[in-house]
Structure formats: structure tokens, C-alpha cells
């Protein structure tokens, strides 16, 4: 009896093994060396990227080791990279002459992109108000996103402070202080420049901006007329006046012409300005101790010059 089985080709082995390996090795993310001139800045990146003494460390340091720590991009519909995370050792690598840096380039959707380029960042020390404010503001509405694509048919995914939650997981920062922050989002680009100055106050800076943009305006009118910058109870007095309606130049400028509790009796004196006097060794309290010591020493040595 015939078979009515057709020819059929066997795979070998061989090639069973190459063709799984194959396909391993696509699926695998691989390093490679991108020239610096391909790769672009994540859109509306908040992180300043400055070239500063830390970024000429950085700099020095990839001209000698090159760069340790692969970035991450993700392909541009316009050709070329979109960098994820990675800016500064962008940047360093065009101060240190290099022409390439290693990459791991992903399919990455813009939310995804998103949470991985604010996470990357805020590890870093000296993050500024205003790049963590913009940072949260990102990432929050990239996981918003992500929770309203998962399940349209349940329940929403998590509340808005359970969402802050997550956002502020990554930097150790509560919901809370997630949402405060992105409050600053929410001030006139001067104020918000005089929080990363440290002019205004975080907590202050918080409940100004509350006020109409307009009335921000008038304000920076009233600090230079007055030379002087609210206080928290000051802030919170503008805020309520704003929700009222009668948050005038003429008010912000009675307000801002108040005496600070305290103020004519502060002294402050920087580590700046005193470190100067004291060996390298030395520790703040044992500077303080020190200071505290002379001038029992010159309140002795004048009492004893009256009382001759």
C-alpha cells in the first residue's frame, strides 16, 4: 500500500538550536555605540542639563574611563534617537571629544518613556523645585494614562493620592508632597525662579500659587516695592484674599510691608562666610562653639575696660 504521506523536510537539529538562539538574541537588548549627533533630547525634558563644575567632573571622567553606564533612547519617527535617560552623559561626551556613546535603544510608547526618564533623574542630588515639580506633573499624567488604558470596564485603577503615591515611590516623597510640589507648576516662570534661587520659600511658594496669574504679576510688583518676600502666614493671607477676590496691588504691598516676626532680631551667618576662619577639620558645632567661646572672651575683656 502506498503512503499517502507527502515529502516532508525535517528541521535538523542543528538548525532547531540556531533558529531559537537567533530569536533569543533578537529579543535580548543589546549596547550599541550611537554617534552623539543621532541622539535628540527627550521632549520637554524638565532637567536642566548645565555645564557646570559637576558636569566638567563628568566630563574629565568619560575622557578618561569613557562612559560606564549605557543611556537609553528609543527610535524617532524623524530618524535617529530620542534619549531617555542619559542627557548629561550626552552632553559630557561632546565636552570629552567623543563622537559615540553606548546606548540600549528601546520600543518604548510615550508613557513608558516617560516614567523611565523622570526615575533615571531623580536619583540625582541638587534636583532643583522646579525640575521635580515638572518631573511629578510628567509622570502623574503618564500613569493616569496607563491606568485609563488598562481596564476601561473596572473600576478606576487607583485614586489621585494613591496615584501621587506611586509617583513620589521612586524619590521616597508622599503623596502629598507629590502634589504640593506640582502646585509650583502652577506659578508664574519669575516666582518659580526665585524658589530654585531660594528667594521665596518652598512651603510660602505652595500657597502662592493659588493666585490668578495676573495677581503673581502684581506681586513681583509689590516684593520690589517693598524688598521683601512673603512669609508663609503672608502667602496663606494673599491666598485667601485671592479666593475672595481682593487681592489688589494695594493689599500685596500692605502685606509685604509688614515686619517678620523676628526679623530685626535674626542674624544669619553662611558656612561660606565662615569657613574661612576655621581649619578644614573643623565641624559646623565645633565652629559654633568656638565662635561662642570668643565672645564670651570679648564680653569679659569689655566688662573689665568699664570697670576701670
Known amino acids: 500500500m502506498k503512503s499517502s504521506a507527502k515529502n516532508i523536510n525535517l528541521t535538523s537539529v542543528d538548525d532547531l538550536f540556531s533558529t531559537e538562539e537567533s530569536r533569543a538574541d533578537a529579543n535580548r537588548e543589546k549596547v550599541m555605540e550611537i554617534p552623539l549627533t543621532e541622539l535628540f533630547p527627550f521632549k520637554d525634558h524638565p532637567f536642566k542639563v548645565k555645564d ?71 536619583q540625582r542630588e541638587n534636583i532643583l523645585p522646579s525640575e521635580r515639580a515638572f518631573a511629578f506633573k510628567m509622570k502623574l499624567n503618564a500613569i493616569k494614562r496607563q491606568g485609563a488604558r488598562s481596564d476601561l470596564t473596572s473600576r478606576q485603577v487607583v485614586g489621585k493620592l494613591e496615584t501621587a503615591d506611586i509617583v513620589g515611590k521612586e524619590s521616597g516623597d508622599s503623596g502629598r508632597q507629590v502634589q504640593r510640589y506640582i502646585r509650583l507648576t502652577e506659578l508664574i516662570p519669575e516666582l518659580l525662579t526665585m524658589v530654585d534661587e531660594k528667594k521665596i520659600a518652598f512651603n510660602p511658594a505652595v500657597e502662592l500659587s493659588y493666585l490668578k496669574k495676573e495677581e503673581q504679576t502684581d506681586l513681583l510688583e509689590a516684593m520690589d516695592m517693598e524688598q521683601a518676600t512673603p512669609s508663609l502666614s503672608q502667602a496663606q493671607r494673599l491666598k485667601k484674599f485671592s479666593a475672595e477676590g481682593k487681592c489688589t496691588l494695594e493689599v500685596m504691598c500692605a502685606i509685604m510691608s509688614e515686619e517678620k516676626k523676628g526679623e530685626l532680631d535674626k542674624i544669619t551667618l553662611t558656612g561660606d562666610k565662615l569657613r574661612k576662619y576655621f581649619p578644614k577639620s573643623y565641624t559646623p558645632q565645633k565652629m559654633e562653639e568656638t565662635i561662642l567661646k570668643l565672645l564670651e572672651g570679648w564680653q569679659k575683656k569689655r566688662q573689665q575696660q568699664q570697670e576701670r
Open 52 to 122: 557646570d563644575e559637576a558636569m566638567a567632573d563628568t566630563a574629565e571622567s568619560i575622557k578618561e574611563y569613557g562612559v560606564l553606564v549605557p543611556a537609553i533612547a528609543r527610535p524617532r519617527d524623524d530618524g535617529g534617537y530620542e534619549l531617555v535617560a542619559g542627557h548629561r552623559r550626552h552632553r559630557a561626551s561632546e565636552l570629552a571629544g567623543l563622537s559615540t556613546m553606548p546606548v540600549i535603544v528601546r520600543n518604548l510608547d510615550d508613557d513608558a518613556a516617560t516614567i523611565i526618564m523622570v526615575d533615571s533623574n531623580l
